[in-house]
């Protein structure tokens, strides 16, 4: 009777160890599914983050190289009206010639200069407007200069006033904005000394109205006065470099007066050499 009491409680003990046994066995499994499952979300995050990043990367990587290549395109690419020629930038290629020039219709000019042709037709529309304005227009004493012909200006220059005094005024070939297409010197109805170039237009009634509205007709009076340490030359009041109407009213409304502050570029007092 007695062994069969302990035989049964040794059954039940056994069961009871089965069952626990069972139960431990069920509840590690299952918290081990969780702990997998936990480390799968885990590593899913870890990839979502990682692909994130990488997107991220990459996009701003493309954005830059779009922006930088808008950038070039803008300031570097010669046909651009925003492109910037300075005394460390010169024109590239240094021999380029403008696929296209026109005569500005209808403009009185003291030879052949020409322009390229929205730069021709936005200063013959100002020509006409200024007339009708004040009753007198203005002279195209310069226009498109070729690589030789600044060559052989700035070497006159140089022989005649020194390297110092000449370069103050002409800049070396390859580095004038004239060479573009996109810069005209002008003078009164009756230039008189053939163009010689001074101020004394600035101060009539036309050359106030010039200088008060060309950013209408896109252009900006490139060198002014006392920005010699950013643009490299001393005041021209007879030097417009047209822009685009965009940009001259931009850079006319934010009192932006040089190109090198416009895109943030280094200043360019002197030559690299
Ligand atoms: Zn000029």
């Not at 990488?54 to 990587?61: E, N, Q, T």
């Not at 651009?80 to 021999?95: A, E, H, M, T």
């Not at 226009?143 to 005649?160: F, H, I, N, P």
Request: proline share 5%; charged share 20%.
């Amino acid at each position: 009777m007695k062994r069969k009491l302990f035989a049964t409680r040794l059954a039940l003990a056994v069961g009871l160890l089965l069952i626990f046994a069972l139960f431990t066995f069920l509840l590690v499994s299952r918290s081990n599914q969780i702990a997998a499952a936990k480390r799968a979300q885990e590593m899913q995050i870890a990839r979502e983050q990682q692909t994130a990043v990488v997107d991220d990367f990459h996009h701003r990587l493309l954005e830059s190289a779009f922006a930088l290549q808008a950038r070039r395109n803008l300031i570097d690419n010669p046909v651009s009206p925003g492109v910037v020629v300075n005394k460390l930038r010169p024109v590239n290629p240094i021999d380029y010639v403008p696929a296209k020039l026109a005569k500005p219709e209808g403009v009185p000019h003291s030879g052949e200069q020409m322009l390229v042709p929205v730069a021709a037709s936005a200063a013959s529309q100002m020509y006409q407007d200024v007339r009708k304005a004040t009753g007198a227009g203005f002279t195209i004493c310069s226009g498109y200069r070729s690589y030789s012909l600044q060559k052989r200006l700035y070497d006159r220059e140089v022989a005649e006033f020194g390297l110092a005094q000449g370069e103050a005024y002409v800049a070396r070939p390859g580095h004038s904005e004239h060479q573009l297409g996109y810069a005209m010197d002008i003078m009164g109805d009756q230039p008189e000394n053939n163009c010689a170039l001074g101020s004394a237009y600035a101060a009539t009634p036309a050359g106030k109205w010039v200088r008060e509205n060309a950013y209408k007709y896109g252009f900006i009076l490139r060198y002014q006065e006392n920005l010699q340490h950013i643009v490299g030359f001393a005041a021209e009041e007879w030097h417009w470099r047209y822009v685009g109407v965009d940009r001259a009213k931009w850079m006319h409304d934010k009192g932006i007066k040089t190109l090198e502050e416009l895109f943030e570029l280094p200043y360019a007092p002197d030559y690299a050499d």
